[in-house]
């Protein structure tokens, strides 16, 4: 059975940072590629950052572009995103995500996590 959980979101004053990981287990991590998701209150999911099986391929939203930083360790089936200078637009639920071999700029993933909460006060 597969499994993404994700850790370490949390309460952060604007301007600080967090750093978000997610654990996955039950497939063959190097043969996915990874994203973050986040829901903010009342709005639609919106991709944050992508990276690619092999980790050489990397997409960021543009308005986290500069801040938040995705990276993968194919070692240990996890990857991270270390977000900088947080903003209380950044404030939402994160989701890390699993799709097969192929990275997508969209939201057709085949696995979730079930979220962690960021909250940016301002």
């Known amino acids: 059975q597969v499994h993404l959980v994700e850790s370490g979101g949390g309460l952060v004053q604007a301007g600080g940072s967090l750093r978000l990981s997610c654990a996955v287990s039950?497939?063959?991590?190097?043969?996915?590629?990874m994203g973050w998701v986040r829901q903010a209150p009342g709005k639609e999911r919106e991709l944050v950052a992508v990276?690619?099986?092999?980790?050489?391929?990397?997409y960021y939203v543009d308005s986290v572009k500069g801040r938040f930083t995705i990276s993968r360790d194919n070692a240990e089936s996890t990857i991270y995103l270390q977000m900088n200078s947080l903003k209380p637009e950044d404030t939402a639920v994160y989701y890390c995500?699993?799709?097969?071999?192929?990275?997508?700029?969209?939201?057709?993933?085949?696995?979730w996590g079930q979220g962690t909460r960021v909250t940016v006060s301002s």
């Open positions: 990276i690619s099986a092999s980790g050489n391929s990397i």
């Open positions: 995500a699993a799709r097969y071999l192929i990275a997508t700029m969209g939201l057709d993933y085949n696995y």
């Open positions: 039950g497939l063959t991590f190097s043969d996915y590629a």
